[in-house]
């Protein structure tokens, strides 16, 4: 019995003259223009659920022309009824929106002007340019240690949450794992609040470039051959007292000489040194970032001479931008000193840059006339202010690889080093690892003699120390800290469980990438260009890999709650992952500030310019397969 059209035939039979008729054609008046279904007609576009039927030609009605009206003709006038139901195909459509918006949010973003790609091939539009070959090499080698497990969807994950087998025996003794969760959730505690990096962005958009200039000299103390760092110039030179961040910059003020000159007692006047550029932070109470770009020169002159610091003072952590800043100061300073004033406040008097874009500085140069100097704020910071050659000449791969596993857990970690540049370098690089994460804590990559205390401090923090404070560090009461010497290559303090905190898997497969990278370096130098060859662009590939193994995986768990905020579901993004060493690993990576501030600045920068990170994540999830329907839903789609 046909029940469709069950009241059309109860309507016809209230009507006796057309008895004879409705009982000859009981589909007649469905299509008519007195039919009471005519809204199936509309502007409306649905879809028809008896689309996939095959119809008898006797069951077909018969068609009777009708008037349509000007509007009418304008649109489409295909029939479609409502959509499936949501509840036959949640995953998988939820698997495929990711992948469309991921892969489309990139496109639109490198490509504003081209029309989008087939959504067909969501990984398209990662392929328009040839990859270096060592990406694939990465990719080839996670792939082989890792297996042919992949990324579960929610339902079946939370089925299989404890499904470990002898072929992923990755495990964590329960008295180790303990240990790390309670230290984990105790930082936490401390610290509850945080701020992110791409929150920091987004207020410094109408702040200027840079906040401080300064040049810190050595003078020598009165009693004894010992000399001490002192300001003697700086811009402005005046601050407004009502302005608050007036205040916070004289209150930094009495700290940049220390870090300018960390080894002040040690100089001795001399005729021959080397310029250096390096860098140091500044975190004040509330977490916020100053990042200072010093060069140290020697001044014009004969004879022995000390050498002096200028120093740059700005929010913008971006150490290239700011390094050439520095060299054409220095230009300036040798040929007059009043030229830097000028040029410095021509430099603080232009826009902020945002990710990607450029900026001009235009200024008077005795003998070259009006000069411009461009200035390119880079899309992706992850390669700025880092030198990986130096980190893996200090570092094996072994050990770095511990230090990178403490620096997850937000340990506390001291660099020693004989040299001023190579501290500076090393520290900066091992956060720079940290890629698409950001440190959340205390980062002082030169600590100055006289201000060792700082590294009792209970929260977790990233130091550097020089070569000749490393016997008053031990004798300091620290408590829980990771000491590395840079120059032999060992650890002097450690926990002891450092090779234990990362999936063995995939450790595995990032020290042979690390172990293999001359090689790889060497095959991609053929056919590719320089930059595009470099050992950070590869390092920086191989470490982002290892993330998009662990949590790239992440948007399919971002749901949104009653009250309209998009969140993380934990126990869904942990539990889907197939191995159990990583679920271990997350259990306890999550509850860290580097994690939550991860969270919130995807969501911050969401439709904003895509980073390397959210490129290879998506290329990942749409490698994925579409999950196999279970249940009902795989009966329905049998049928």
Same mark, same amino acid.
């Given at each position: 019995k046909s029940f469709e059209f069950e009241d059309v035939v109860r309507w016809t039979a209230q009507q006796g003259c057309r008895e004879m008729e409705s009982r000859r054609s009981g589909l007649y008046h469905t299509r008519s223009q007195d039919s009471v279904y005519e809204d199936i007609i509309s502007d409306v576009l649905r879809e028809n659920p008896y689309e996939d039927i095959k119809v008898s030609p006797m069951c077909i009605p018969i068609m009777r022309s009708r008037n349509w009206t000007v509007t009418q003709r304008r649109t489409p006038c295909t029939p479609k009824l409502p959509p499936k139901p949501l509840t036959l195909r949640v995953n998988a459509d939820r698997l495929q929106e990711v992948y469309k918006q991921s892969a489309m949010s990139h496109f639109q973003s490198s490509n504003p002007g081209t029309p989008r790609p087939p959504t067909t091939k969501p990984a398209a539009a990662y392929r328009t340019q040839r990859q270096p070959q060592y990406v694939s090499r990465i990719e080839e080698i996670f792939q082989a240690k890792r297996g042919k497990k992949r990324v579960k969807n929610q339902t079946s994950a939370s089925r299989d949450e404890l499904s470990g087998t002898e072929s992923d025996p990755e495990e964590i003794t329960k008295k180790g794992g303990s240990q790390r969760l309670v230290y984990v959730q105790s930082t936490l505690k401390r610290r509850p609040g945080y701020r992110t990096l791409e929150r920091d962005l987004i207020q410094l958009q109408q702040q200027q470039l840079f906040q401080l200039f300064v040049v810190v000299s050595l003078r020598k103390r009165s009693p004894g051959n010992t000399y001490y760092p002192e300001i003697t110039q700086q811009f402005p030179t005046k601050f407004e007292k009502t302005s608050r961040m007036s205040r916070e910059t004289e209150d930094r003020l009495k700290a940049i000489p220390n870090f300018c000159f960390p080894d002040a007692q040690d100089w001795r006047p001399s005729a021959d040194i080397n310029s250096e550029t390096f860098s140091f932070v500044l975190t004040g109470e509330d977490g916020t970032r100053w990042f200072g770009y010093c060069r140290k020169i020697l001044p014009c002159g004969k004879g022995k001479r000390l050498p002096e610091v200028h120093c740059i003072i700005s929010r913008l952590g971006c150490f290239n931008l700011f390094a050439k800043i520095l060299e054409e100061v220095e230009r300036r300073r040798e040929i007059s000193p009043a030229l830097v004033h000028p040029f410095m406040r021509s430099v603080m008097e232009a826009p902020f840059p945002a990710p990607g874009r450029t900026i001009t500085v235009k200024s008077f140069l005795p003998g070259s006339g009006n000069e411009e100097l461009t200035l390119c704020r880079p899309v992706d910071s992850r390669l700025e202010h880092v030198d990986f050659e130096s980190l893996l000449q200090c570092l094996s791969v072994s050990t770095l690889l511990q230090v990178f596993a403490s620096l997850?857990?937000?340990?506390?970690? +001291? @660099?020693?080093?004989?040299? *001023?540049?190579?501290?500076?370098?090393?520290?900066?690089?091992?956060?720079?690892?940290?890629?698409?994460?950001?440190? %959340?804590?205390?980062?002082?990559?030169?600590?100055?003699?006289?201000?060792? &205390?700082?590294?009792?401090?209970?929260?977790?923090?990233?130091? =550097?120390?020089?070569?000749?404070?490393?016997?008053?560090?031990?004798?300091?009461?620290?408590?829980?800290?990771?000491?590395?010497?840079?120059?032999?290559?060992?650890?002097?303090?450690?926990?002891? &469980?450092? &090779?234990?905190?990362?999936?063995?898997?995939? %450790?595995?497969?990032?020290?042979?990438?690390?172990?293999?990278?001359?090689?790889? *370096?060497?095959?991609? $130098?053929?056919?590719?260009?320089?930059?595009?060859? $470099?050992?950070?662009?590869?390092?920086?590939?191989?470490?982002?890999?290892?993330?998009?193994?662990?949590?790239?995986?992440?948007?399919?768990? +971002?749901?949104? =709650?009653?009250?309209?905020?998009?969140? *993380?579901?934990?126990?869904? @993004?942990?539990?889907?992952?197939? $191995?159990? =060493?990583v679920r271990q690993f997350l259990q306890l990576f999550m509850d860290t500030q580097m994690f939550a501030g991860f969270i919130q600045d995807r969501e911050l920068r969401k439709g904003g310019v895509k980073g390397l990170f959210e490129v290879r994540a998506a290329e990942y999830l749409a490698s994925c397969p579409e999950p196999e329907p279970s249940g009902v839903n795989k009966f329905l789609k049998g049928l």
């Open positions: 997850l857990l937000e340990r506390r970690v +001291i @660099f020693i080093a004989d040299k *001023l540049g190579t501290l500076s370098r090393c520290a900066h690089s091992a956060l720079a690892l940290l890629y698409p994460f950001t440190w %959340q804590h205390t980062f002082v990559p030169v600590l100055p003699a006289n201000m060792l &205390d700082i590294s009792c401090s209970p929260t977790p923090f990233v130091m =550097g120390a020089l070569s000749p404070s490393l016997d008053q560090l031990l004798d300091l009461p620290i408590e829980e800290v990771l000491i590395v010497d840079l120059c032999a290559d060992k650890f002097v303090v450690q926990m002891g &469980d450092e &090779d234990c905190i990362l999936p063995s898997k995939l %450790q595995a497969a990032l020290q042979e990438v690390l172990e293999s990278r001359e090689e790889m *370096l060497e095959h991609c $130098s053929e056919d590719r260009k320089e930059d595009e060859c $470099s050992l950070s662009a590869l390092v920086s590939e191989a470490f982002v890999r290892l993330f998009v193994e662990l949590v790239g995986h992440y948007p399919l768990h +971002i749901e949104t =709650g009653y009250n309209g905020v998009r969140e *993380l579901n934990r126990e869904t @993004f942990r539990k889907s992952h197939p $191995s159990r =060493g």
